[in-house]
T-cell receptor, first 116, second 112 residues
Framework: DTGVSQDPRHKITKRGQNVTFRCDPISEHNRLYWYRQTLGQGPEFLTYFQNEAQLEKSRLLSDRFSAERPKGSFSTLEIQRTEQGDSAMYLC??????????????FGPGTRLTVL | QKEVEQDPGPLSVPEGAIVSLNCTYS??????FMWYRQYSRKGPELLMYTYSSGNKEDGRFTAQVDKSSKYISLFIRDSQPSDSATYLC????????????FGKGTKLTVNP
């Protein structure tokens, strides 16, 4: 399978715990995005990387959230001190950006987080 | 007013019907327009991608963009039960933020 993969697919945690999610993009893609989707809503942008550089962050990405892409390949999204309001589907997408051309974002299956 | 408005439905049609899904938007900077299909508890799957105004056809799917009215549409011909899913419109500006801005999604059921 050469698509975007995410791990774990499901995570149940207790309020106050830290959680970390991993995303592996399509291998040749240089951009990686994180979105959050709550029930009945469309995905909302959190942040994106071009190679290892984090180029844009949403105001939704509070101090408890941190994302990394240390080697420009896979990325991790960590949520510290989880709250019940963090319960959502966390989606990763990747794209191949080249100068002067538009890029298409392809999504992974998501990680469903439930905070008890 | 949200940047992208989409009627969440639900929409229920008989098999073989023509389905029309729509979104309106307020940000005139949007230049790229997409439709994604999302099955329950899965990630969004790209269906159609359009730049600026005009029509694009791919099999049973046709995407239309009317920038003067800030209105985009997706038509599904000869709808099948396998088309039952939530359809999300998404948009992106040119030269600004790289984020996609999504509508809420319209839940479609095609009944056999």
């Amino acid at each position: 399978d050469t698509g975007v993969s995410q791990d774990p697919r499901h995570k149940i945690t207790k309020r106050g715990q830290n959680v970390t999610f991993r995303c592996d993009p399509i291998s040749e893609h240089n951009r990686l995005y994180w979105y959050r989707q709550t029930l009945g809503q469309g995905p909302e942008f959190l942040t994106y990387f071009q190679n290892e550089a984090q180029l844009e962050k949403s105001r939704l990405l509070s101090d408890r959230f941190s994302a990394e892409r240390p080697k420009g390949s896979f990325s991790t999204l960590e949520i510290q001190r989880t709250e019940q309001g963090d319960s959502a589907m966390y989606l990763c997408a990747s794209s191949l950006w080249t100068s002067g051309k538009s890029d298409t974002q392809y999504f992974g299956p998501g990680t469903r987080l439930t905070v008890l | 007013q949200k940047e992208v408005e989409q009627d969440p439905g639900p929409l229920s049609v008989p098999e073989g019907a023509i389905v029309s899904l729509n979104c309106t938007y307020s940000n005139s900077a949007f230049q790229y327009f997409m439709w994604y299909r999302q099955y329950s508890r899965k990630g969004p799957e790209l269906l159609m991608y359009t730049y600026s105004s005009g029509n694009k056809e791919d099999g049973r799917f046709t995407a239309q963009v009317d920038k003067s009215s800030k209105y985009i549409s997706l038509f599904i011909r000869d709808s099948q039960p396998s088309d039952s899913a939530t359809y999300l419109c998404a948009m992106k500006s040119q030269g600004g933020s790289e984020k996609l801005v999504f509508g809420k999604g319209t839940k479609l059921t095609v009944n056999p």
